[in-house]
Each structure stands twice: as structure tokens, then as C-alpha cells.
């Protein structure tokens, strides 16, 4: 078989993946064990040019978006046989999940200067908090983002604008997916945003407002990072490298870490309702209708249970939790649960 026929055939099989409801990104990420992400990306884009009029809008658009130029790649050089299985391997996944309606409250602009002006507040706080050394510091600026937080964000679930359930992807990284996302699971649970995994390999879908969906995501990023670094650098991971349960351990402390956050961040939401229990009602209502949209885009789903089987893990995860910064990154701060603890 030459080159061009090699090239036509992967065409040919990811244009039956977009059919699927598969966006450039996802496969990337599906993908990235094969290595042979060249061949893929140089495909890719050959194949957005000539996506079949049956693939929904919202994964044309992601196709057209996610595939920069790329290179022509030498196809003998990597596993091509490799990547058609795979490729011929894919489950659909729905595309209705790329449907992310345009919510007012999530759009800067839109909000009051008061707000903005609060909103900007609350992100260098946000800033400083993952930036410092020091975890008293740090716990200064998330108490006083917090409030901010409170008095400003809460409101959202009352004020007289449109808002509508959207949906967001998450991916989540190998190693220890399933672990991580009990982690996505914990933050989404206390925002009103709703969680499924789409595949094994940590393509991950969100239910909810459009703020909230930004936010999950975003304290996602931010609380990995700290678990991993946390998990790396603990007292007993040493110890656990040296008698060779390090894979155990990872596990354990990952769910252990999500079950801690979990907790921190349900009191605070506790909190946050308790402060202001006129909008309790309003929250309820909310997300009654993240319930409703879920429960229609995915009618059948079954829950998986993970259990940690390290108790060194589990222990070091629980108490790392408790050192997290709850800042979140740069972005997605206005989500209207997103209150650091």
C-alpha cells in the first residue's frame, strides 16, 4: 500500500470518528499512548476538509478549530496498524455534550461594575493564594476572596436574567484516571454540576451553567496539580518507592485527596447556604434543572466504586488535602458556588 493510500484510509476511518461525535482533541487524548500522534494530526487536518454533512454542526465546528496545518509525515516510520485499530476500536460518544448554550451571567460584560470590579478582585486573590509559600497567607487571601465570593456570586441563582444548562468536556490525564476523576466528581458535586465519563481513557463530560462548568474545570486543573505535587513530594512516598508499592499508594492517596476535598467543600457550601438562605430556594430550582438536562442527554448510567488499599496512601491524600489552596487558576472564578474554604 503506498503513502497517499496509507494517508486515505486513516482519512477514511477518522471521518467515521467524527460521526461518532469524536472531536480532534478527544483523539488526541484517546490516543496518546499509540504514539503516533504525527500521522494523526497530518490526517486530521486533511480529513476536516472533507467531513461528511451527517456529522453533527457542533463537531464540525471542533474540527475545523482543533486542526492547524500539519506537516506531511513519512507513514512507515510509526505503527500505523497500530492507529487503525484503535481507530476502528472507538464507541460513539454524543455530540450533544459540545452544546454549551450562552449563559449572560458567565459573560464579563454583562455582569454590573460592581461586579466585575469584585470579580477582578477575587482572581489576584485567587492569584496570590496559589502563589504563596505560606498557607496562613494564602488561607488570608481565599477567607477574604471567599467572602467577596459570598456576597456576590450566591446572587446568581436569583437575578432576573436567562440562564441555561450547558455542557463542557473535561479530559483528564493518565496515569490513575479513575482516581482523578472522583476528584472532577467532588468539585463538580458542590457547584450543581453534574459528571460522566464518556470513555475510559478520561474523556469526561459536565453538566450545569455555564460560570459553574467553567469554574469545575478550572479548580479541577488547579487542585490536580497540587495533589500530584503533593503525592510526589510526600513524607511517605519515599517509603512506598522503597518497598515497591508505589502504584498502591499513588492510588490511595489520589482517593483519598478527592474524598477530603469533597468533604472541605461541602461544608463551605454549607456555609454559603446557611449565610444566605433566601436563595435557597433559587439554588434548589437551579439545580433541579442540571438534574433534568443530565438525566435526558445520558437516561442510562451506572456508577463504578474505587477503594484505596494503602493505607500510608490514604492517609498522606487526607492530610495533603488539607494543605490545598483552593484558588483555582486564572480563569473561572465566577461560577456561583466557586467559594475557596
Known amino acids: 500500500m503506498s503513502t497517499t493510500s496509507f494517508a486515505t484510509y486513516t482519512i ?5 470518528a467524527a460521526l461518532l461525535g469524536w472531536t480532534p482533541e478527544a483523539l488526541r ?9 504525527p500521522l494523526l494530526d497530518y490526517c486530521m487536518f486533511l480529513a476536516k476538509s472533507e467531513l461528511s454533512d451527517a456529522v453533527p454542526a457542533e463537531v464540525r465546528y471542533h474540527w475545523h478549530v482543533e486542526c492547524p496545518y500539519a506537516e506531511k509525515r513519512d507513514a512507515s516510520s510509526i505503527n500505523l496498524h497500530t492507529l487503525w485499530e484503535q481507530l476502528r476500536k472507538l464507541p460513539q460518544i454524543t455530540s450533544v455534550d459540545l452544546r454549551l448554550a450562552e449563559d ?12 466585575r470590579k469584585a470579580q477582578r478582585k477575587i482572581t489576584a486573590l485567587l492569584r496570590k493564594a496559589e502563589s504563596t509559600p505560606y498557607e496562613e497567607e494564602a488561607a488570608t487571601y481565599i477567607q477574604k476572596a471567599a467572602a467577596l465570593q459570598a456576597k ?18 473535561v479530559l483528564i490525564s493518565a496515569p490513575y484516571v479513575r482516581e482523578k ?17 464518556l470513555t475510559s481513557t478520561g474523556v469526561m463530560c459536565t453538566v450545569g451553567y455555564a460560570a459553574d462548568l467553567v469554574y469545575v474545570s478550572d479548580m479541577f486543573a488547579s487542585l490536580e496539580r497540587q495533589c500530584l505535587y503533593f503525592m510526589e513530594n510526600s513524607p511517605r512516598a519515599r517509603e512506598a518507592r522503597s518497598t515497591g508499592t508505589t502504584t498502591s499508594f499513588r492510588r490511595s492517596f489520589i482517593i483519598a485527596y478527592a474524598s477530603e476535598i469533597g468533604d472541605i467543600l461541602a461544608s463551605a457550601t454549607r456555609d454559603i447556604a446557611d449565610a444566605h438562605e433566601a436563595s435557597h430556594s433559587a439554588l434548589v430550582e437551579t439545580t433541579a434543572a442540571v438534574d433534568k438536562t443530565f438525566r435526558d442527554l445520558f437516561p442510562e448510567t451506572s456508577t463504578t466504586h474505587i477503594h484505596a488499599r494503602n493505607d500510608a496512601g490514604y492517609q498522606e491524600g487526607a492530610r495533603s488535602a488539607k494543605s490545598s489552596h483552593f484558588g483555582g487558576d486564572s480563569s473561572g472564578v465566577g461560577g456561583r458556588r466557586s467559594i475557596g474554604a
Open 104 to 115: 449572560p451571567c458567565a459573560d464579563d460584560d454583562n455582569l454590573p461594575e460592581e461586579q
Open 29 to 37: 487524548h484517546h490516543l496518546a499512548k499509540t504514539n503516533t500522534l
Open 152 to 169: 456576590y456570586n450566591v446572587a446568581a441563582a436569583t437575578v432576573d436574567q436567562p440562564r441555561h444548562v450547558g455542557t463542557k468536556r
Open 181 to 197: 476523576s472522583l476528584l472532577l466528581c467532588a468539585i463538580a458535586r458542590n457547584c450543581g454540576v453534574r459528571v460522566i465519563a
Open 12 to 16: 477514511n476511518l477518522l471521518k467515521h
